[in-house]
């Protein structure tokens, strides 16, 4: 698609239309791995806890590209400094080959360091080509002697022949990585109005690994960015969150997003006194007619609801100096790849890694805090339940979001999408919004996403 066309492809009325192209166009989908998840972004990698001894290794995506997460050796002297953990391309530098095949339980491996098993190139933990065999050639008997025949050429220099190292950031556990040189510093990348939201759940935290699930959903990618950047629907497609009061249009909420319009946190807090089942106790006004409303609905189980407050909850108000705010749900989008969840007691990261326009995967990593008592880790796995490809609300996500993308595909090209809850701008730079009736942060992202793809 050459420029003059996708600017008539995409209608003038800001950001508040989105056209089904953006969503299904494989050439499109090109460029945004090109443009966005290999040029000058961070993109999530995994948690630094996967990785805990020296030699610990995980695969992990950035977009298309598979990366290899490791715990580098490191001097004593420097380790006040350098987390050794190092993220390297698995792609040889010989021939291209994907040497580093996942472990046997799917999780984790441990090496010494990487050989490629077609010519047993090796690597070291870093990336740094330490040899290859027959480099100086193969010594043979000949007529007149000993000689050697073939190998590389004299001037073939292992410091150049390394595996593509990323550069990496390492954030309270929290592992990003790029390949351009150009990304900002990773702390200006996520800016001031979000790091608050970081910092509150990882700060000085020891994190402590729960499980992963992980689905592949038939959809565009972007569509799981906006789908936690979209505050409107949880209280309406959700069953589980407006039957249980836990995310309803009445809560105190909050809409932040950092300078660009590119990341973004939407904050609320459950009602004070909401009812732990639905037992009328709600306001009406955002449960009548709404079809996902089940009055009659109970738990078997209610300790899928036995939510204990948290100390770290409570934190002095970014945007209100001298107060303080104790939400009870943040859901933390980074662009362009990460989404951080606290509903409650559960906690978890979720990596897009996509897959083609119309499909992506989703990795979901579990986790509390290693300070954590046992029952607190049980509370945080029955609440998990609500996440994941099965879970009781997020199962709702995967399945709407290929709808979405069955409606774009049906109609073609000449559709859009309408976002004009809240406005019709493109919203970047705005104040927080103190409600969740807006699709404030849908039009903000896609305003950066013109920016950066040059639409
Ligand atoms: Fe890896 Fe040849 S392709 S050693
Ligand atoms: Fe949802």
């Known amino acids: 698609m050459n420029a003059p066309q996708a600017l008539v492809r995409w209608h003038d009325s ?9 969503y299904t166009d494989p050439d499109l989908y090109q460029r945004e791995l090109e443009r966005l998840f290999y040029g000058a972004h961070w993109s999530y990698v995994g948690l630094a806890i996967e990785i805990p001894n020296t030699g610990d290794y995980k695969l992990s995506w950035l977009g298309e590209r598979q990366v290899i997460m490791v715990r580098d050796r ?8 350098d987390s050794g953990i190092r993220v390297v391309e698995n792609r040889c530098a010989h021939r291209g080959v994907r040497f580093c095949q996942p472990p046997m339980d799917g999780k984790t491996g441990n090496a010494r360091s990487f050989v490629c098993p077609y010519h047993q190139w090796t690597y070291k933990l870093n990336g740094d080509l330490a040899g290859l065999p027959f480099k100086d050639g193969v010594k043979v008997e000949g007529p007149d002697g000993e000689c050697v ?3 590389m050429p004299a001037d073939f220099d292992l410091s150049k022949n390394g595996l593509t190292k990323l550069r990496v950031a390492v954030l309270h556990g929290l592992v990003f990585a790029t390949f351009s040189e150009e990304a900002e510093p990773f702390e200006q990348y996520i800016g001031p109005a979000v790091m608050p939201w970081l910092d509150r759940i990882f700060k000085g935290r020891e994190l402590k690994l729960l499980g992963y699930n992980r689905q592949r959903i038939p959809g565009n990618w972007k569509l799981m960015m906006e789908n936690i950047k979209d505050p409107y629907h949880p209280g309406l497609l959700h069953t589980w969150f407006v039957t249980f009061g836990l995310w ?11 300078e660009h319009g590119r990341h973004a946190v939407m ?32 738990l078997q189980d209610s300790r899928l609801l036995d939510v204990v407050p948290e100390a770290w909850w409570t934190v002095d108000d970014p945007s209100n100096p001298g107060t303080t705010i104790t939400p009870t749900v943040t859901m933390i989008t980074l662009f362009p790849s990460l989404i951080i969840q606290q509903q409650v007691n559960s906690l978890s990261t979720r990596h897009i890694v996509p897959r083609g326009a119309g499909e992506f995967d989703f990795v979901w990593t579990h986790f509390g805090f290693a300070d954590d008592t046992e029952e607190m880790t049980q509370r945080r796995l029955r609440q998990a339940n609500l996440f994941g490809p099965a879970g009781f609300v997020s199962a709702d996500d995967g399945e709407v979001i290929e709808l979405s993308q069955d409606g774009f595909k049906q109609w073609g090209e000449g559709g859009t999408t309408l976002v004009e809850l809240g406005g019709r701008g493109d919203d970047v730079g705005n104040a927080p919004t103190e409600h969740m009736v807006t699709e404030t942060l849908i039009r903000s992202m896609y305003a950066y996403w013109r920016k950066a793809m040059g639409e």
């Open 248 to 258: 309803r249009a009445d809560q105190k909420s909050r809409m932040v997003m950092d």
């Open 149 to 151: 025949n073939g190998g």
């Open 74 to 81: 490191v001097a004593p002297k420097d380790r006040a400094t």
């Open 14 to 22: 800001g950001t508040s239309r989105i056209p089904f192209w953006a």
């Open 267 to 298: 904050i609320s807090r459950r009602n004070p006194n909401s009812p732990s089942v639905a037992d009328g106790g709600a306001n009406k006004s955002v449960t009548e007619g709404v079809t996902s409303f089940k009055a009659d609905m109970t």
